[in-house]
């Protein structure tokens, strides 16, 4: 609904919903246990997983928040920061390299899960944070994922231009590498492709709209399937979709529902249900600028599971 009215959900008549995760990821992030850890104070809250354990739990984290659980995935996130903190301080040598991988991705889930619900400023931090953390894992596919959530921010906090340098110079940086990269830079280049895509529509660039468009469905034909390297679900129904909400943001409704009606939802990955409800969100907005009231409704009432899909959107 925010998406639609394009205001925050606190202006709601009801006052909107109140999103519980916030409070205790805020302390997580602005919990400065370093600097006694520094000088040899423990402060901790009982004993670190280990490096599998928590690693498991990340990846918990990411499917939740690809669930649509965004709350549950905030609350587990609230935990995992300080312990993926005091693992990579504890571990020497591979294993605190791969503590710091892990504390990335930890920050990565963090500042997706709270750019979603337009926490946008505590969600730069964590984005921030996820580079040097990246840089010490000395792994950089890494670097390039933080690339592309931090644009997430930026586009959701409005700041096209921002959004757009982020991920065109992530994405330079990989460019030396695409003529026998593997599924994963080239997942992590198509992903940058499509976060600048978004932002340059936003700025009525249509030029490098067809450009981006173009290296995406390009990238993605190169892979041949879906999937979801670094939980982005990059891949060629994820570049269906960006053409939807590309057409969206260019106020082009007629090529939205056009498009929209031809993407079966169905094609994404099991689990992505975000994605599965964005394709529904995006034609509501387009039947919405079609003064198609009623078939907005429909369009929001799938993408709020109250009802089964039939065959067909209608």
């Not at 104070?41 to 990340?58: H, Q």
Request: with cysteine; net charge negative.
């Amino acid at each position: 609904m925010e998406d639609l009215i394009g205001q925050p959900l606190s202006l709601a008549p009801n006052g909107g919903i109140e999103f519980r995760a916030v409070p205790a990821l805020r302390a997580a992030l602005t919990d400065y246990e370093l600097i006694p850890a520094t000088f040899g104070v423990a402060t901790g809250d009982g004993p670190t997983r280990d490096l599998p354990s928590l690693r498991r739990n990340v990846d918990q984290a990411n499917r939740l928040y690809q669930a649509a659980h965004y709350e549950e995935a905030g609350l587990l996130c609230s935990r995992l920061i300080g312990e993926a903190q005091r693992l990579a301080r504890e571990l020497t040598g591979n294993d605190q390299r791969g503590a710091f991988g892990v504390l990335a991705e930890t920050y990565h889930v963090t500042a997706k899960t709270l750019t979603k619900v337009g926490e946008t400023e505590l969600a730069w931090i964590a984005a921030e944070r996820s580079l040097p953390a990246g840089q010490s894992a000395e792994l950089p596919l890494l670097l390039a994922a933080s690339a592309y959530h931090l644009g997430h921010v930026f586009l959701r906090a409005g700041q096209v231009e921002e959004a757009t340098g982020v991920a065109m110079t992530a994405a330079r940086a990989l460019e030396p590498g695409l003529a026998t990269a593997t599924p994963e830079h080239l997942s992590a280049w198509g992903a940058l492709d499509l976060t600048a895509l978004i932002a340059v529509a936003r700025q009525d660039d249509r030029v490098a709209v067809r450009q981006l468009l173009g290296e995406a469905w390009t990238t993605a034909d190169r892979l041949g399937q879906e999937r979801n390297d670094f939980w982005t679900a990059f891949g060629p129904t994820n570049v269906s979709l960006h053409e939807v909400s590309t057409a969206v943001e260019l106020g082009d409704p007629g090529e939205v529902v056009r498009k929209g009606e031809a993407l079966d939802p169905a094609r994404f990955p099991l689990g992505l249900l975000g994605r599965r409800a964005q394709v529904f969100i995006d034609l509501a907005r387009g039947y919405t600028q079609q003064r198609k009231d009623a078939a907005a409704v429909n369009m929001l009432l799938e993408a709020s599971g109250s009802r089964p899909r039939r065959s067909g959107i209608r």
